[in-house]
């Protein structure tokens, strides 16, 4: 996987070879250069792909090189340093006196951040080293190889190990840097440190990005957009990956399809403030990078310690987006999410929320069980509002102590009541928060994240829990244990309702106020870790006011997050597709809920709206105690279907069809198409929804990813097609639709 020669100048060349992908590093008069990355390659010196042209006088050329054609504001980095000649964004900015002013021999030039990242040696790794701070992805020793670059600054104490994992079955490289400081009695202060950049050598000039843009109950909205020259950046500065960027971007060339072209992943395994930046040159040269945002981060680095920086999955992929994102689905399915519920079948849950709101008590949630129980569901969650006295938003997170006012029998004789019908029974919590009107608040006001002399902003009621105190994540352990430890649950749903203001903490030292963001986040991760290895059963779902939290670092505690507040099915065609550019289907959780929408008002048929939900882990949100007989017949024959096509939807491989950004050429109405292929390519499930008809539209729609050669029997009708048809020619859908009708195809291999 990994490939070491030497260069004419005697220096190391790295191949990299990942899945059917390449990736070329040269060292270069002891720089870390970029050469190549995308579809294999069979050379291993692409040392002519470097860019040789003359510069101008503004250019600065580094003193130890002796080609004039070499300037650092044109090479491509594998680690771009600031300070010394590269102009463009760097990934990595520190401050710390040099080895030449510590010894006293020379004046101090005052806190210039210069930096410098240069390759000192390197080591050819089996498997993959847990460096324990972050989620990272896991694989065995003969999955994967890693590269480590051990470079430094010279003129400095600090040390920059650069990790390349190398992914043996995926076109996919991972990788972190670990910063350290060397010094015995100096402290350097990191100002950026990002997780990865890519240069590109060879991109199309026209190179566009592709990204998940949105808000609340519009998480997840694809867009595509060219580069111009300069730097654009997807980012979040809110404490938490967010609603409205995340930490996802591709580039692309501007022939880039769902199924061929380039497409180049940088997927950002981190839950908190992050940045995604995409920069062009006056070359037209790109870099792409990603890490912790840089805004108010500053991190201190004492002598002797070391600062490893979340991971960044990058995934290559010559055969367009479509094969990027099911890279990526299969990668973070298989390793990354983790525990007993990684890849097993979810059940089908029903959740409360739309169905009460606040306004329950145990007697209701009884009844909706009974229901559930006849119509296949599996699972009762019981939402927000069973503990302190919480009737609305206004009060009691932080109280998780069961409101007996409401579960009048108690939570343990509740949960046997729902397991007795042969239901599992889930529970929702809200651990990082804090309401001002609370028995907790009241005995703990300091443990609200805040800044001495500032007014604390509200949000929904409520406060953010300083996660950076061990105190703080003891009481949440040991509350929330107390409760999990009480009654057969089995299922958590943790929500996340705020972004993070005024964020201090009393217990961190002035001098480490930059660091904040970033030890919430670590606050966050070591409390996910401590209760999903006490409760190693449960099925954890994350949740953050819809899909506010929805990144790769939460798969790995949760292994489904709720897509969208949004429970709209024609909302939800373009949070689900846009979702999918990274995400599996088992991760997106979708409900059938009522008609009219909550959000929208919006009257969908039950059809569709099961049709649309059905694209992720399946479930209802619905007052099933309301539901004509009619609709109850609907939910036993989705829930059987869902266990049918489970295998297909969740271990197959998607291919976006139609999204609902496609114009349609204007031609026909609006919809969205797509499909999932068994892995063995002997089943396939279509699913097409018209959004917006038109008079007397005409659909047609080419599948993908079937055999050529096989013959596919449609199971609603018998009518047989080579797979070569339905891929070339593609299947006849014109008939006259309502707005929110839909098809769904179950194709079986003869
Ligand atoms: C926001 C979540 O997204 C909803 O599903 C629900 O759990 C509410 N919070 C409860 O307050």
């Known amino acids: 996987m990994i490939k070491t020669i030497l260069s004419a100048a005697g220096e190391p060349i790295f191949h990299l070879t990942a899945g059917d992908a390449s990736y070329v590093i040269s060292i270069f008069h002891g ?20 860019v040789r042209v003359g510069h101008d006088s503004v250019v600065p050329r580094p003193a130890h090189t002796p080609e004039g054609w070499f300037s650092c504001d044109i090479a491509p980095f594998e680690y771009p340093a600031y300070g010394s000649g590269d102009f463009r964004p760097s990934a990595v900015m520190a401050k710390m006196l040099t ?6 021999s020379v004046p101090v030039t005052g806190g210039a951040p210069t930096t410098a990242v240069m390759y000192e040696s390197h080591e050819i790794l089996a498997g993959k080293p847990v460096l324990d701070t972050c989620p990272a992805i896991h694989a065995a020793d003969d999955e994967c190889e890693t590269l480590v670059l051990h470079c430094a600054d010279p003129a400095t104490a600090l040390k920059y190990d650069l990790y390349y994992t190398v992914m043996r079955d995926y076109p996919a490289v991972c990788r972190r840097t670990v910063i350290r400081n060397t010094s015995a009695d100096i402290s350097a202060t990191l100002l950026r440190a990002y997780s990865a950049s890519l240069d590109f050598t060879t991109v199309d000039p026209q190179a566009e990005l592709v990204h998940l843009w949105g808000t609340w109950g519009r998480e997840r909205h694809m867009e595509r957009t060219p580069l111009l020259h300069g730097s654009m950046s997807v980012n979040s500065r809110r404490g938490a990956s967010s609603h409205y960027h995340n930490p996802f971007a591709a580039l692309v060339t501007s022939e880039t399809t769902e199924e061929s072209g380039m497409a180049v992943g940088m997927s950002l395994i981190y839950s908190g403030n992050f940045d995604i930046t995409a920069d062009v040159d006056a070359f037209g040269l790109t870099r792409l990078m990603a890490g912790i945002s840089p805004d108010g981060f500053e991190w201190r680095l004492d002598p002797g310690a070391e600062f490893v920086t979340p991971e960044a999955v990058i995934v290559l992929s010559g055969e367009g987006l479509g094969k990027m994102s099911r890279v990526y689905h299969k990668l973070y399915r298989k390793h990354l999410c983790r525990g007993e519920w990684a890849d097993r079948e979810r059940p089908i849950l029903v959740n409360n929320w739309e169905a009460t709101y606040f306004n329950f008590d145990d007697e209701k949630l009884v009844a909706i069980a009974e229901d559930a129980a006849k119509c296949g569901i599996e699972m009762l969650v019981m939402d927000d509002g069973w503990f302190g006295i919480r009737n609305d938003d206004r009060s009691s997170l932080g109280d998780w102590f069961v409101n007996e006012d409401k579960i009048r029998c108690g939570l343990g004789k509740l949960v046997e009541k729902v397991n007795a019908l042969g239901l599992k029974f889930g529970i929702w ?49 040991e509350t929330i244990s107390g409760v999990l430890s009480s009654a057969n649950i089995e299922y958590v749903k943790w929500d996340f309702n705020r972004n993070l203001t005024e964020a201090g903490s009393a217990l961190l030292p002035a001098e480490r106020g930059g660091e904040i963001f970033h030890r919430y986040v670590l606050g966050l991760y070591d409390l996910l870790e401590r209760l999903t290895s006490a409760f190693p059963h449960i099925l954890l779902e994350g949740c953050s006011s819809g899909g506010g939290r929805f990144d790769p670092a939460m798969l790995y505690y949760s292994p489904q997050f709720w897509t969208s507040d949004d429970t709209d099915a024609m909302e939800r065609l373009d949070i689900q597709l846009g979702t999918s550019f990274v995400y599996p289907a088992s991760s ?24 649309v939900a059905m694209a992720g882990a399946f479930g209802y949100e619905l007052d099933l105690t309301k539901l004509s007989d009619e609709e109850k017949d609907l939910i036993r024959k989705q829930t059987a279907d869902y266990h049918r096509y489970y295998d297909i939807i969740n271990r197959g491989d998607l291919y976006r069809l139609v999204l609902p950004t496609d114009n349609y050429n204007g031609k026909t109405g609006k919809c969205a198409s ?13 699913t097409f929804v018209v959004i917006r008809t038109s008079v007397h539209p005409v659909y047609f729609v080419k599948l993908c990813g079937l055999e050529p050669k096989a013959v596919y029997v449609d199971q609603a009708t018998g009518k047989e097609y080579y797979g070569s048809t339905l891929m070339n020619a593609g299947l006849n859908l014109t008939k006259n639709y309502r707005d929110g009708d839909s098809v769904v195809v179950h194709l079986v291999r003869k």
């Not at 080895?99 to 006293?104: K, P, T, V």
């Not at 651990?431 to 009107?437: A, C, F, L």
């Open 429 to 477: 919590f809200e651990p990082e928060m804090i309401s001002p009107v609370s028995k907790l608040y009241e005995a703990h006001p300091e443990w609200a994240l805040q800044t001495t002399g500032r007014p604390m902003s509200i949000s929904r009621s409520q406060y953010v829990l300083d996660m950076t105190r061990e105190d703080v994540r003891d009481y949440l352990f």
């Open 99 to 104: 080895n030449a002013q510590a010894d006293g």
């Open 674 to 686: 797509w499909m999932y292929v068994s892995e063995d390519r002997s089943e396939a499930l279509f």
């Open 588 to 611: 997106m959780s979708c409900h059938v809920s009522a008609s009219p929408n909550h959000q929208t008002g919006r009257v969908t048929s039950f059809t569709t709206r099961g049709n």
């Open 31 to 50: 720089f870390p250069l970029h050469l190549y990355a995308g579809p294999a390659i069979d050379d291993d010196d692409v040392e002519y792909l470097l």
